[in-house]
């Protein structure tokens, strides 16, 4: 009795459910329960370390990693198994499961992405494991091929697209709204030995740039969280000089509302047609909406749209007589 007792106090904890919960469809390390489950790594290991001992959590080392599963417990534990998973799936309308699950999916798809860390012999689609495969590796390369065009980062964040984008570019200039998370992306390009990028505080509503100042404009996963998306879009095509182009990375439409209150968005995507609006409606040409990335199971789907500022009559000319350099 001592024992069954100790057990149901154990899992009268919501963040152990919800460990429990993931764990039961996935093997995952700490690091990647932290991002699903939103809690200090420390929480997760203190977690994990209290299941591992009630039997209700196994751990298995691979590639120098541990990893976490659900497991069987045995003694007066043992009916709990059948027990929690009807529970499990019987909760998996609530918002609080949902949640769990699309930050999850978005975890599978990173793990896929980076072939190093699973490709262990139980590795799903082994055909995939190819030394040296690497989408970032991918994207720089194809960055060799861009002109030394000028760039604008628009909603830069912390700085990673940024800083891509530098290696190529003759110059960037990155905006976003929160001077703290300036902070962060300019002493990351110190590190990275980065210098030349030009970072402005401002709102994508309101940019702080000169009319027709570069080559290309880029929000990416930006849109969202801007207060009137029309006018952020509409400014990006100020910005850009005639033939230059607008290029959005956003979410297509979903119904994920906790997105909200955990990342700040403001709005839950967009329809393809909405972005195709818009990106017309700021006089834009040549527009094209299409999927950039999607998996099964993810209520995620990155929509990549574009659209060039027409050329004036005096760029026309100038192309004639010289190559532009887009």
Known sequence: MKQASALYRLLGDEARLRLLRVLSSERLNVTELTGVLGLAQS????????????????????????????????????????????????????????????????????????FDAHAGPDTRDARQLVPGRSWAAWSRALGLLMPRVKVADLGCGEGYL??????????????????????RAKALAQRRRVSNVIWKKGELEHLPMKDASVDIAMLSQALHHAQAPARAVAEAARVTTPGGRVLLLDLRAHDEEWVRSKLGDRRLGFADEELRRMLTASGLTDVKVGVGARKAGDP???????GVKPATNHAKRTRQTKPHDL
């Open 43 to 114: 929480g997760v290991s203190r977690h994990l370390g209290l299941l591992k001992d009630a039997g209700l959590v196994a751990e298995e080392r691979d590639g120098g990693f541990s990893y976490y599963r659900a497991a069987t417990p045995a003694g007066a534990g043992a009916p709990l198994a059948a027990i929690l998973q009807a529970q499990f799936d019987a909760s998996a309308s609530d918002p609080a499961v949902r949640a769990d699950e699309a930050r999850l999916q978005e975890v599978l798809r990173l793990r896929k992405e980076n």
């Open 162 to 183: 940024t800083i891509e984008a530098a290696r190529w570019a003759s110059r960037v200039i990155a905006v976003d709204r929160s001077e703290v998370v300036l902070t």
């Open 300 to 306: 995620f789907t990155v929509l990549v749209a574009a």
